[in-house]
């Protein structure tokens, strides 16, 4: 490391200003490094849109445009001098770009906690000595700056984070005649010493001083309250009664049974008396408390709450939701039986009780005189719906108005059932009432004409989208929209959102979206619905609204899954009238956060948005399904038993597939690229083109394959290198990163097809997972076409800037990207060639990465390249990782593409390791 570093005037210079006019200083302060981007004496910022004439004569090229990535990605804050690469952003730099940025690795010191005076005497302190390989006494000898230390001779180190958070810990002393603190400071220092294992002089050693350090919220349930009281813990040897004892004043001080003396850390005591201050959870308290323990605590630094929705569960105290239902089943041919009432559901839609819904209505009286929305039953808890006795009352009237005299109700009253139940919310049809649907023709909701406000066409599977959702929020019903990537899901809504603007219906109306998405929607309702941009709320940021009533106020309300579950009481607190999930893939699981939040919501309407709604397993379309329409798959356990044996076991049943989607059919709207734009979007053209591997490639493969025959190599461990291999041999092996491209047949057929699309003046897009490759593709495609390829392995703000600007200018460009960072969000139709030079093993993502280009607004043929390392010489059975990939995505792509048969039954693994 000698040598890492030289400063002049405390900065380092990574180039020369004569050489190229533009040079980076790289400064080290205390909170980490700073760059300063320098050109002809004036401070640069970012982006530099350095031209390619520019570039080639700068000798730091490659450095600057890792710092510009590094802007982009939000990895560098912009600060008055300079732009900061804070510490503890060091560790999540990529290994290859830390060695660009010469940021070292941090140095584990040889450390000895020494002293000076005696404890209690006006001159104590403690001294933390430190050495390196030959050089005693650094914190002597040494130029320190923060976590920086410079040596004698000019080679700089960059402390071990663990050792330059207890140097700062020594750093922060108190008063060394301050008896109220320097002794629990004492026992702090020695304690982390002993933990970390640091020696200590033979007069620290000997202090008899113990050290509480951690506090936690112990539970009491006793049937009537919930109540908390801290519980004192420690790294050290300090026996469970002391503990509990001290834990119990609070006290800072204590002796044990060997007379050894026990300090609590000054912190500890106030986050004790934080948890004392905790007032009881009783009454209907205790299942909101169960649901959402997070809003009951305060914000208590150093506390770690990460187990404690476990430690609430084992408290035994359940929390059902009362579910209202009405249920037609055929008697005779074209009479139906009713159900009207309430089941008891936990989280998993498991039904516990059913209720007649008379048998409800003092439940309800009970609840609305305590103005809760939770009641006792059973020694566990009960959510009543908001609107129950709304529901009650409806009861009521279809029985009076529609039951003959036997009981019965004709098929052709069941559309009306649907409306007396129209102002409640979240109620569970099932089948045959669903199946009314296509009784109801009136008020327009077949309309095909969006209003004068929205400013697009629809294309005609669009419409039937708009009269879709249109239909749905009449008879209060949810929706799954999962039409194929590309196929504009994000302008159908925004045109039903202009008919629930028009219709008096759109205040307020919440859309749920991951971060990526927030400033796409917004330009997309500006783009087509620029009426709706007046109402339109971004709900993000430190000022964002903390009111219910203000939300009620506005009428569309954009925010992201994690600040919603983070502010789930504010919301929470609001009647939606509409709540769109796009995306919605974020709630696949049940027992998130996101997902627990959402299904608790009221709304007249919910939408859920993916083009995916199974990756891994059945049960996530469950869950979404749950959101969308309760009750109609039943509960989990349920789904399982009749569907996810069938249709994600081993064997394939096809038939309960077709079961499956007849079951959600009416509240499931899907559609495909092939079927609704075959004649409406250019032709897609796979080009496959089979290309030998290099010598090196040749050689290293073979390395790897005898190392895992050997069983001297694990055998996913060797599937991931092969991979890597197959893309550059750069990619693992450093010598060879500057190998010429002609040399690695890949990455010349790559280049050759780029020389194509140059010739045509139209654009391409490269998608790779690998970092360092599309480092290298980036500079071997600047040397070749003198352009310079932006890099897309990310999503941020900036980035949409420059997508933006890709999609501009006109003629031949290349962009680079990571397939899963351009999964969501992206539009890239100024581009018609797609190259996967590394092949994503999971088809969902890279057909998605595909979709980036070939989508609504794409006006020219498509290629899709494939270039696929082959092996020539027989090295293996079955051939290359590559081979044997595209071999399965190609034979299994029915499967892939289904929309309830998750990727993972493709066992890509398990067939790479046979074939190897």
Known sequence: MAGLFDFINKRRKISSPQISHIYVEQEQVFSGLLYKIIRDGQFQQFPLNLRISELRQLNNAELLETLEDLWFEGYLDAQESGYILNLDKFSEIPPELRARLEIPQPTKLNLKLGHESAVGSPHFKFVLEKSFENWEHLERSAKINGPWMTLPNRQTLLMDEEQYQFQQLIDQAPSATDRDQIFPYVAEVRNTALRHGYPMDDYLQHQEYLFVDQVDINLNYDQTAITFSPKFGSSEDI??????????????????????????????????????????????????????????????????????????????????RAQPFVHASEHDRGWFDLD?????????????????????????????????????????????????????????????????????????????????????SQLEFNQPILRAQQEMQDLGIFTKQPPDSFIATLKPFQTEGYIWMKSLHYRKLGGLLADDMGLGKTIQVISFLSYLEESGNLTPTLVIVPKTLMDNWEKEISKFAPSLQRSLYLHRGTERIKHAEDLKRIGITVTTYHTLAKDQLVFGQVDWQAIICDEAQAIKNPSTAASKV?????????????????????????????????????????????????????????????????????????????????????????????????????????????????????????????????????????????????????????????????????????????????????????????INPMIINGMTDRRQEQVDKF?????????????????????????????????????????QATDRVYRIGQEKPVYVYYPIVADTKGLTKKGTVEEIVHQLLTEKQEMASSVIVSSRKLNIEEEILNGI
């Open 239 to 320: 026996s469970p009664e002391i503990l509990d004892q001290m834990s119990a004043s609070p006290s800072r001080y204590a002796v044990d049974t060997h007379n050894r003396k026990v300090f609590v850390k000054p912190s500890i005591i106030e986050e004790a008396n934080q948890v004392h201050q905790i007032p009881p959870i009783i009454g209907a308290n205790i299942p909101k408390f169960i649901e959402n323990p997070d809003a009951f605590l305060p914000d208590i630094e150093g506390l770690d709450l990460s187990q404690f929705g476990e430690r609430v569960k084992s408290l035994g105290i359940r929390v059902y």
């Open 807 to 847: 999609n501009r200018t006109s003629g031949f460009d290349v962009m680079i990207l990571s397939p899963k960072a351009a999964g969501t969000g992206l539009t890239i139709t100024s581009a018609n060639h797609v190259i996967h030079y590394t092949r994503w093993w999971n088809p969902a993502v890279e057909n």
């Open 598 to 786: 959402l299904k608790a919501m009221k709304s007249k309407f919910r939408l859920a948005m993916t083009g995916t709604p199974v990756e891994n397993g059945l049960s996530e379309l469950w869950s979404i399904m749950d959101y969308v329409q309760p009750g109609l798959l039943g509960s989990l356990s349920q789904f399982k038993s009749e569907f996810m044996t069938k249709v994600d076991g081993e064997e394939h049943d096809s038939e309960a597939e077709r079961e499956l989607l007849a079951r959600i059919s009416m509240v499931y709207k899907r559609r495909t690229k092939s079927e609704e734009l075959g004649d409406q979007l250019p032709s897609k053209q796979s080009v496959i083109t089979r290309i030998p591997l290099g010598p090196e490639q040749s050689k290293l493969y073979a390395e790897v394959l005898t190392l895992v025959r050997n069983k001297a190599m694990d055998g996913l461990q060797a599937i991931q290198k092969l991979k890597a291999l197959s893309s550059h041999p750069g990619l693992i092996a450093d010598q060879f990163i500057n190998l010429p491209y002609e040399q690695v047949p890949k990455l010349q057929e790559t280049i050759n097809i780029i020389r194509k699309v140059q010739e045509k003046g139209e654009k391409v897009l490269i998608f790779t997972e690998y970092i360092k490759m599309q480092e290298i593709l980036r500079s071997v495609i600047r040397d070749c076409f003198d």
């Open 340 to 424: 009207f009432g309430f089941t008891a559901q936990d989280e998993n839609g498991e039904v516990h009780e059913t209720w007649e819904a008379s048998e409800m209505q003092s439940l309800i009286e009970h609840a609305q005189e305590n103005g809760e929305e939770f009641i006792e039953w059973n020694g566990n808890w009960l959510r009543l719906p908001k609107d129950a006795e709304e529901f009650v009352e409806a009861t009521e009237t279809a029985k009076r108005d529609l039951l003959a005299a036997g009981g019965l109700v004709d098929v052709t009253k069941l559309p009306y059932i649907l409306e007396i139940y129209e102002n409640i």
